[in-house]
């Protein structure tokens, strides 16, 4: 079973940046796609960014131009967040879709919080 390892969450200023990494504990034959998603308290799961097995990445609004996806192989995934705002905060996810056998496979990580104070 593929494990997701997210680092790189903590508390930082308005203005700060983050960056954040994930690692899958085994190699992935297959990818389809790779992302980040966040969550804040009472709201409910959203997608921030994600990056397609051909490397083109889409991006929420919210975070458009502050926020860079990036993975350098078939294990690794990166958020670089800068200018982060208060509403940034919440804890995000990283998220491998794999297709094995044509059969989607979703992981997930377990979650870093991210805090931006104002």
């Known amino acids: 079973q593929v494990q997701l390892v997210e680092s790189g969450g903590g508390l930082v200023q308005a203005g700060g940046s983050l960056r954040l990494s994930c690692a899958a504990s085994e190699y992935i034959f297959r990818i389809d796609s790779m992302g980040w998603y966040r969550q804040a308290p009472g709201k409910q799961r959203e997608l921030v960014a994600g990056?397609?097995?051909?490397?083109?990445a889409t991006y929420a609004d919210s975070v458009k131009g502050r926020f860079t996806i990036s993975r350098d192989n078939a294990k690794n995934v990166s958020l670089q967040m800068n200018s982060l705002k208060v509403e940034d905060t919440g804890v995000y996810y990283c998220?491998?879709?794999?297709?094995?056998?044509?059969?989607?496979?979703?992981?997930w990580g377990q979650g870093t919080q991210v805090t931006v104070s104002s």
């Open positions: 990056i397609s097995s051909g490397g083109s």
């Open positions: 998220h491998i879709l794999e297709l094995r056998n044509l059969r989607p496979l979703d992981y």
